[in-house]
């Protein structure tokens, strides 16, 4: 067979039964796995493309059926791991930061969280202005002057001008 007739019976095969098998699927897993095995048949369909005997459907079934078992197998596989990784990692937790002062914790709790993480970067994670664009994505401008709105709002959350705010957050 040349390619040109392998394509054609392919194409033909996919046409006949592609609904017939994603149906299958979709009965036995979700609607991607289902979708993923309807691939993955195909692919074997066309690996194997001169053993598949005319009537087609009932080869392509048990050929369905076999890769629902090997993407179970494999998802078994995949949770056991995550099981045993999470088992075997030490948790760490992060300590929210310490703020002595309750009237600082009530300020700060009353910014947003993209502003409070502007502040806590260089404050207390002991950033540069620079690293801390970096952690953020955005360029030292735009973390400078997320910071200076940070520190104004916590300012007035304080109920204090913004020139008494110590935390430093230059370019």
């Not at 289902?34 to 392509?60: C, G, H, K, N, T």
């Not at 690293?131 to 973390?143: D, E």
Request: glycine share 2%; charged share 30%.
């Amino acid at each position: 067979m040349d390619d040109d007739e392998r394509r054609a019976r392919l194409e033909a095969l996919f046409e006949a039964h592609a609904r017939t098998v994603l149906a299958y699927a979709r009965r036995r897993t979700d609607h991607a796995s289902a979708a993923d095995v309807l691939s993955d048949v195909f692919v074997v369909a066309w690996q194997r493309l001169e053993r598949i005997p005319e009537d087609a459907l009932p080869w392509l079934l048990a050929c369905a059926r076999r890769t629902l078992a090997n993407h179970q197998r494999g998802e078994r596989r995949r949770h056991r791991l995550v099981e045993r990784l999470m088992a075997s990692t030490p948790r760490i937790a992060s300590p929210a930061p310490e703020i002595p002062d309750d009237a600082l914790a009530q300020a700060l709790a009353t910014l947003s969280e993209r502003d409070r993480e502007a502040l806590f970067l260089t404050e207390w994670e002991g950033l540069s202005a620079k690293q801390a664009a970096r952690a953020l994505g955005c360029s030292p401008q735009a973390f400078w002057v997320r910071s200076h709105r940070a520190r104004s709002r916590l300012a007035a959350a304080l109920d204090h001008p913004t020139n008494t705010i110590t935390l430093e957050a230059t370019p």
